[in-house]
C-alpha cells in the first residue's frame, strides 16, 4: 500500500488520515446498509441511536465526510452521557466491518499491529477525544503520560486488530499482545462476578507481567492512563485465560467507554 501517512515506531502506530482514520473512504456493510466511510457509520448510527430518522437519512444521502460529521452534531434528542457510553462499542463493529470486509486492509492493519506489539494512536492535533490532540510528528505523541487526549479511536482499532488476530488463527496466549488491550478487555469477559475478584485477577496480571508493578488494579479501574502503558510478554498467563474467556471477544456488545473510562463524561 504506497503513500502511507503513518508515523511507525517499535510500539506505536501514529496516523492521521490514511487507512486507520474513520474518514478514510472504503465502502463496507453493516445491518444491510453500505457505508462509504466509518464516519458516515458512525453518524449514522449515532442519530438511530437516538431516533432521529431524518438525520440518519441526510446522512446516508451524502459521502463528504466533513458535512457528515456536521451532521452528526446536529442529531436530534441527543443525550451524551448515552452517547458517551455507546460510542466506543459502536465505532469498533463499524472498524471490524471495514477492515474484515477488505483482505488488503485487514492484512495491512496486521502487519502494523504487529502481534500486539504496536498500538494505534490518532495523532490528530484538532481531536482532544478521539485522538492525543498531538500531530504525529510531535514527539509528546510517542509518550502517553505527555497526551493531550484520550485516543478512543486508537483504543477502537486495538480491539479490531486484536479480533482479527484471533479470527487468523493465533492464540492470545502465544502472542506478546499489549497488555493494555488485555486489561481493558478482562473486566468485560472475566468469569468472575467479585469486583474485589476482578481486581485481584488486575493486579495479579500486573505484577506478573514482565515481573514488575506498572499501575494499581484501582488506578486502571478509574480511568488512569497508565493503563495504555505496554508491557510485553506475559507471565503465568495460563492461569489468567483459564479465568478470562475470550472466546467472548465481542467489544461491541458491551458499553465499552464506561467500563475503560468510568470517570470519563465528556
Known sequence: MSNRKERITDSLVLFWGGIYSNWFKRSFTYGNVTYSSCEQYLM????ILFGD?????????????SKIKQLG????????????????????????EKFSQHE???????VDFNFGLRS???ASPKD????VFLGQNDDRALDVNQWQGTNLLGTALDFVATRLLIESGHYLRDLPLNVGILLKYIPLVCRVRSKDKKLS??????????????????DWLNGGDAMYKTIRHFLGYRKLNEIVDFS????WDHDLEDSIYPSHNS
Open 44 to 47: 449514522h448510527q449515532k442519530a
Open 53 to 65: 430518522s431524518v438525520t440518519a437519512a441526510k446522512i446516508m444521502s451524502i459521502h463528504n465526510v
Open 73 to 96: 452534531r446536529e442529531v436530534q434528542g441527543y443525550d451524551d452521557v448515552v452517547w458517551s457510553n455507546q460510542r466506543l462499542g459502536i465505532a469498533v463493529r463499524g472498524i471490524y
Open 104 to 110: 488488503d486492509l485487514k492484512q495491512q492493519m496486521l
Open 120 to 122: 494505534f494512536v490518532e
Open 128 to 131: 482532544e477525544l478521539w485522538g
Open 201 to 218: 485477577i488486575v493486579t495479579n496480571v500486573c505484577n506478573k507481567a514482565n515481573g514488575s508493578t506498572f499501575m494499581s488494579a484501582d
Open 248 to 251: 467472548k471477544f465481542r467489544p
